[in-house]
């Protein structure tokens, strides 16, 4: 199942799959998509991880219409590449292999980002920042990415388990099926 959705999402953002034109997929769908792929690479520690970060930041800056937009872009990037990765970690890395190598074929890394933020896109399309900005500082290459994130998720399962422990216990009881209670014990 993972497989189908990770294919999907990649063709429908990389591959160029033609959206019907009743529905189009909006900005916060779109970032969050990707997000979605770039938490399924970093999972898989994909050799291009670090460059489909730089070119889907891109792509976040340049497709963002003002500011507001593009901090919704960045926390639905964030959600979908969060989701991802800690579905990656329940599933113990299942299918990696797979997913690193169909993640390292994708189109997005036939585009080119040039030094002032345009991005040429695979399909030719040319996608324009709102103001310049120098690319190469859009992106910092973090070779822990993989134990960071890792750890992170760690940590939160975790506080999540702590919470869980402290909490208080409600009594799960309904006095309607209280005669029934013996039978059940």
Known sequence: MKKFVFAVVMLGICGGIQVAEAKKITYAEEMYAMGT????????????????????RAIMVGK????????EGMERYTS?????????????????????????KQK????????????????????????PYKASSLYEKDR?????????????VAEAQARGQSSEKIPLSDSSYEHYSKEFQ
């Open 37 to 56: 792929v770039s938490g399924q690479g970093l999972a898989c520690k994909s050799q291009k991880y670090h460059q489909f970060e730089l070119l889907a």
């Open 64 to 71: 963002a219409t003002d500011a507001k937009m593009q901090k």
């Open 80 to 104: 979908g590449k969060v989701d991802a990765f800690m579905a990656m970690e329940d599933n113990n890395f299942a299918d990696c292999a797979t997913i690193r190598e169909e993640f390292d």
């Open 108 to 131: 997005i890394f036939d585009s080119v980002l040039y030094s002032d933020g345009r991005i040429k896109m695979y399909d030719g399309t040319l996608i324009t920042p709102r103001k």
């Open 144 to 156: 822990e990415a993989f134990i960071k994130a890792d750890a992170a998720y760690k940590k939160f």
